[in-house]
């Protein structure tokens, strides 16, 4: 079975470009959550879906940060305009029961 | 009240011998309490869990030792091996909230 796939694994921009994150969950996983993994710290939830409702996006930067799960399954993340401090590593997940299975994640460096 | 305090921040450990994490957590409201390895470049895998209905679980090397009257947690992992150098954070969340909050990690680190 397929785990959690997360594309693209790197991504460099330039600070003010816009930016977006795809993650594909495992099949059959309602649940779908995106966080913020900054260096040598957890990570951070930004906003979790269940099929696709956004049913807690409360630490979400709504200024710049948007996301949309479309029909309940694929999820993207996008940044518009990216700053130099949102570069880190942007991890999916989904869950079955309470067990969550990440993706390898999206490290973002903004110069 | 929604944190969740992991220490230490870094660790190492001889091979063969015990490595111990520690979490402690103010909300009594969580009830699950797992506990995620984290390869570089890789993201968090599951590694073990338990609920406070339960002072200790064991899964091979590694047991979660839990204490609810100190809202306190703990990993031990037992004869350390260097394929156990990682990162580790302990977790927290609810079963009416999905929400996991997260640690900010051990780095441990094995010498062969």
């Known amino acids: 079975e397929a785990g959690v796939v997360q594309s693209p694994r790197y991504k460099i921009i330039e600070k003010k470009q816009p930016v977006a994150f795809w993650c594909n969950p495992i099949s059959g996983h309602n649940t779908l959550y995106w966080y913020r993994q900054n260096l040598g710290q957890g990570p951070e939830l930004l906003i979790r879906?269940?099929?696709?409702?956004?049913?807690?996006d409360s630490q979400l930067p709504k200024d710049r940060f948007s996301a949309e799960r479309l029909k309940g399954v694929d999820s993207t993340l996008k940044i518009q305009p990216a700053e130099l401090g949102d570069s880190a590593v942007y991890l999916c997940a989904s869950t079955i029961g309470a067990e969550a299975f990440f993706g390898q994640g999206t490290r973002l460096t903004v110069v | 009240q929604q944190q969740v305090k992991q220490s230490p921040q870094s660790l190492i450990v001889q091979k063969g011998g015990i490595s111990i994490i520690n979490c402690a957590y103010e909300?009594?409201?969580?009830?699950?309490f797992p506990w995620y390895q984290q390869f570089p470049g890789k993201g968090p895998a599951l590694l073990i869990a338990i609920r406070p209905d339960v002072s200790e679980k064991k899964e091979g090397r590694f047991t979660i030792s839990f204490n609810k009257s100190a809202k306190q947690f703990s990993l031990h992992i037992m004869d350390s091996q260097p394929g156990d150098s990682a990162t580790y954070f302990c977790?927290?969340?609810?079963?009416?909230?999905?929400?996991?909050?997260f640690g900010k990690g051990t780095r441990l680190h094995i010498l062969p």
């Open positions: 879906y269940e099929n696709e409702e956004a049913v807690d």
């Open positions: 977790a927290a969340s609810m079963e009416w909230d999905d929400k996991i909050i």
């Open positions: 909300n009594t409201a969580f009830d699950y």
